[in-house]
Structures are given as structure tokens and as C-alpha cells.
């Protein structure tokens, strides 16, 4: 961290001598404030609102070693420091400043942005939040505790902070249309035109606004009544700059299934299947939406979603949706055993836990239907063998080998486990571990949720299990970001009897 220098009292001296003969003005000024640094912070407020930087940091530092103080000054400079994205000396500055003065609301807010600019978000949320303890009506303060929620992907709280910011700051646009994205990402999509209609009112919404705000009164009008009518409206709503249509009905179909409105997301799921009857993603996800009985996901599903998906897919898992599954499952592994002869990494998908599997012993092999996961599993160079198979197929082949199988996102796609826990429980070593992870469900066994994927009952899995499994490991978490939620998952670490 830089520590800010101060020049001597004698060269501040000498710089007002020299202000003094340059501006006739300053000399005036000195004269009448009886106070050279009171006259110098007026000359580094001044020169800071002129866009010159450099000398305002320069009046400010003399200012200061006349009267260093004045915990004020210190926060003037941060701030010009943070203008200059000078972050250490504006850090250190506003750190002199809050030893001054700990009980200045300003202050800590100053703190807080530079922390969140230093990609520190535990400081800057505990910044914002003291700022708030010492002065709740400051809006900036919510709002930049709201933001920093949004990078988070921590949408609940946003929210909350964001509507606090709105409400002392009615007039901000920016803080309304804010607001207007993160209840479109909650899928409260009134919530969100009417902030961006508050929005407006105050100024011209950007671009990404003006899509964001077509399409929550497109999803609403859908909710409430004909699909039909509202794609048939949503070209007047886009105000001249609309969206691919396709692009609308694939993410209306998705978003409103995410979010429960199963009869919207059902009549958007029949238009989507009628433009390509043959296309087995598009059939199963109208199954999964219309609550057809299924106990797996169809393998034509699997190879078609997963392939289209496979480049994106870590990115989109690891960044957009905090997913986080692999990492937890090794861990809970690790707490039982560290060593294995022979791993299989069932349904390995691109391979996010490759390495963590790798580390664990000499042989790991991956199996998987989509041809595209595999291609990508293939190009992080950790497994001995990588296989294209349905798992339950490639477990009931395979002989009793393995002593680690683990299953990450995988038995989701399955309703009924039992075929897929007995031809595992056949390929473990006595004494072998099966790690795996399911989406937690309600009162059914298995229930078919409307992203395609199945949720279980603990209880279910219990049960299965017994016969040849001793649950060494049973713990909630979370696994990954569903509609902006966090979506809870089971994880277990079973050791074959
Ligand atoms: C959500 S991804 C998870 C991938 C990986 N385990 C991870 O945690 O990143 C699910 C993977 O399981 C594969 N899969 C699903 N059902 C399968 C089945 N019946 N047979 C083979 N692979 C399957 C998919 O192709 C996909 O790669």
C-alpha cells in the first residue's frame, strides 16, 4: 500500500509565496481566510472540479502538511486520487482520514468504492454497511451495496439495497434501472418494466434497458393471457429495435419455465416444437413443462443438448451460474479418502473436476454420451480414457474395477436411480466410494422439474442405497444458480459394502 508523502511545511510555504505572486487573487484569498491551508484546499477543490488533477493533488498534499489533521483534507485527496485511479495513495489517504475521524459517514463511503475498485468485495461490503450503520439516508451507499450484490450474483440482497437506493433517491434513473434488471433476473417482470418506466421518465434508457423493458412487459402479457397476442405486440413494445423473434420465444419458453409459469412456458414450448418437430430437445423440454411422466431424460436429448452446449458450457456453469458442484463433491470425497487405484468420472461432461480427479490417482477415465462434452473433456489432458457411452449401458458392461465413481450433475438426469445405483454398486470394489449429487425434491421419489432435470427426495435415496451402500456422507448445499436462485443440492459419498 503506497503511503502518501507529504512535502515540508517550508515548500507548502514556499507554494503559497508562489500562488500568492502568480494570482493576485490568491493573495486575496490568503488574506481574507487569515489560513494558507484552508486557502490551498479551496485552490485543490477548485483545480479538482477544473478536471486538473495533478495540481489539485498538489495543493491538497500542501493544504495537508500545513494542517495534517484535518481528517476532511485526507478525504479530499482520496477522493482526487480515486478520480485519478491512483487507487494505493487514494487507499492510504482515506485510510489517514478515517483515523481522524472514524464516525464520518463520507469517509467510509469513499472506502467502500476503492475497496470494490481493488476487486476486494468482503471490504467494500463491510465499508458500505458502516456507512449505512453511521447514516442510513445516504442512497449512494445502498446503491453501491446494491451493485456490488448484482457482481455477486447475489440477487436477493441487490434487490433489496437497490429499492432502499430508489426509495431515498427517487430522482436516480440510473438507480431505477438498475433496479428494473435485477427484478427481470427474479423473474418479477411488473416490478421490472415499472423501474424502467421510472426510469425513463428521468432520462433516456440505454439500449440494453430498452430490450431488457420489451421484453418483461412481453413475459408479463404472456403470464397473464395469450402468448400469441404478446409475441404478436412485442415489435411495438421493442420502440424500433427489436430482438430476434426466435430469440425471444426461446428465452420466454425458458425463462417462464424457470420461473414456474408452467401454462405460458407450455403454449411457448408447442410453438417452439411446431417450427421443428423433429428436434428432441425442444420435444423433451415441452414434456418436462407439460408434466408428461419420464423416468430419464431421452439419450437423443442428452446428445443433442449437451453437444450445442458443450463450447459454452464452462463459462456459462463456472462464471454465469456460480456452479460449484465438482469442487464441493471432491471435497467431501477428501474427508474420507484421498488415494484411489481406479476413478471413473460418470457423466464427466467437459471435465470441470478432472484435475481435482486426477490428483487422486493414476488411472481416471470419463464416460459420457454428448460427443461435444467429450471433445471438450479430451482438451484438458487429465484423463486416461475418455469413453462415448450412456452410463448405465457403460457400468453394466464394465466389471468390478473402480473404488472411487463419481457423479457430478449427472443422476439428475435420471428419475428412477435404481437401474443406474445397482449397475454402479456391480462396478465398485468392495469398500469403493460412489460420490454423487442430486437437485433436493419434495414429497414424490423423483419429480421431473421444468428445466428437464430431476429433483429426489433424500429419503428416496436412502432407501435405494441400503442394499448395497453404507452413506458415509450426507450434506445440503447449494450447487448452482437457477432463475438467479441458488438451487440446493444433496451430496453423498456412498462406500460399496
Ligand atoms: C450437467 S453436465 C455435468 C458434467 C460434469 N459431471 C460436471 O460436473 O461438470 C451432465 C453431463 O452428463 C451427461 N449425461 C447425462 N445423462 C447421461 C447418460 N444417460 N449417459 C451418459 N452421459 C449422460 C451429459 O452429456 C453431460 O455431459
Not at 463520507?106 to 458500505?128: M, N, T
Not at 419429480?447 to 428416496?460: E, I, K, M, V
Amino acid at each position: 500500500m503506497t503511503n502518501v508523502e507529504l512535502p515540508t511545511a517550508e515548500a507548502s510555504l514556499a507554494l503559497v509565496g508562489h500562488l500568492r505572486e502568480r494570482s493576485p487573487e490568491f493573495g486575496a484569498l490568503v488574506d481574507e481566510l487569515a489560513d494558507a491551508a484552508v486557502a490551498l484546499r479551496h485552490v485543490g477543490l477548485t483545480q479538482w472540479q477544473m478536471g486538473r488533477l495533478g495540481s489539485s493533488i498538489e495543493a491538497l498534499l500542501a493544504a495537508l502538511s500545513l494542517q495534517p489533521q484535518s481528517s476532511d483534507m485526507w478525504r479530499d485527496l482520496a477522493s482526487v486520487y480515486n478520480a485519478s485511479a491512483n487507487i494505493d495513495a487514494a487507499d492510504s489517504a482515506i485510510r489517514r482520514s478515517l483515523l481522524l475521524d472514524p464516525q464520518s459517514a463520507q469517509s467510509w463511503l469513499i472506502l467502500a468504492g476503492i475497496c470494490d475498485r481493488r476487486h476486494d468485495p468482503a471490504a467494500a461490503e463491510a465499508a458500505y454497511r458502516r456507512t449505512i450503520a453511521l447514516d442510513a439516508t445516504i442512497a449512494a451507499a445502498h446503491f453501491g451495496l446494491g451493485l456490488l450484490h448484482f457482481k455477486q450474483k447475489a440477487f436477493e440482497k441487490a434487490q433489496h439495497a437497490l429499492s432502499i437506493a430508489a426509495d431515498r433517491d427517487p430522482e436516480n434513473g440510473l438507480v431505477q434501472a438498475c433496479l428494473g434488471h435485477v427484478l427481470f433476473i427474479r423473474s418479477d417482470f411488473e416490478g421490472s418494466a415499472q423501474a424502467f418506466d421510472a426510469a425513463a421518465r428521468l432520462g433516456p434508457l440505454d439500449p440494453e434497458s430498452k430490450r431488457k423493458r420489451a421484453r418483461a412487459l412481453t413475459f408479463q402479457a404472456m403470464i397473464e393471457g395469450s402468448v400469441a397476442q404478446a409475441l404478436l405486440n412485442y415489435p411495438t413494445l421493442a420502440d424500433g429495435d427489436p430482438e430476434d423473434m426466435t430469440l425471444i420465444i426461446r428465452d420466454a419458453f425458458s425463462v417462464l419455465s424457470a420461473s414456474g409459469h408452467l401454462e405460458a412456458a407450455a403454449e411457448l414450448g408447442r410453438i417452439r416444437l411446431a417450427e421443428q418437430p423433429d428436434d428432441p430437445v425442444r420435444r423433451y423440454l415441452l414434456d418436462a413443462v407439460s408434466g408428461t411422466a419420464v423416468t430419464a431424460a431421452p439419450a437423443d436429448y442428452i446428445e443433442s443438448y449437451f453437444d450445442r452446449f458443450a463450447p459454452q458450457f464452462d463459462e456459462r456453469l463456472v462464471k454465469a451460474l456460480h456452479y460449484i458442484g465438482p469442487t464441493v463433491l471432491f471435497d467431501r470425497v477428501r474427508q474420507h479418502r484421498t488415494r484411489f487405484s481406479c476413478i471413473l468420472d460418470l457423466g464427466c461432461g467437459t471435465g470441470l473436476a478432472a484435475e481435482a480427479l486426477s490428483s487422486g490417482g493414476p488411472v481416471l477415465i470419463g464416460v459420457d454420451l454428448s460427443s461435444g462434452m467429450l471433445a471438450e473433456a479430451e482438451k484438458k489432458g487429465r484423463y486416461t480414457q475418455l469413453v462415448k457411452s450412456e452410463i448405465v449401458e457403460f457400468l453394466t458392461r464394465s466389471e468390478a474395477r473402480f473404488d472411487l465413481i463419481f457423479a457430478a450433475d449427472v443422476l439428475i438426469y435420471f428419475g428412477d436411480l435404481s437401474p443406474l445405483l445397482a449397475a454402479a454398486a456391480r462396478s465398485l470394489v468392495s469398500g469403493g466410494l460412489l460420490a454423487l449429487t442430486l437437485e433436493i425434491g419434495k414429497d414424490a421419489d423423483f419429480t421431473l422439474l421444468p428445466s428437464g432435470r430431476f429433483a429426489h427426495t433424500p429419503d428416496y435415496l436412502a432407501r435405494l442405497a441400503a442394499s448395497d451402500f453404507m452413506v458415509l456422507d450426507l450434506i445440503k448445499d447449494d450447487i448452482r444458480l437457477e432463475a438467479g436462485v441458488p438451487t440446493r443440492g444433496l451430496y453423498a459419498v456412498l462406500q460399496r459394502h
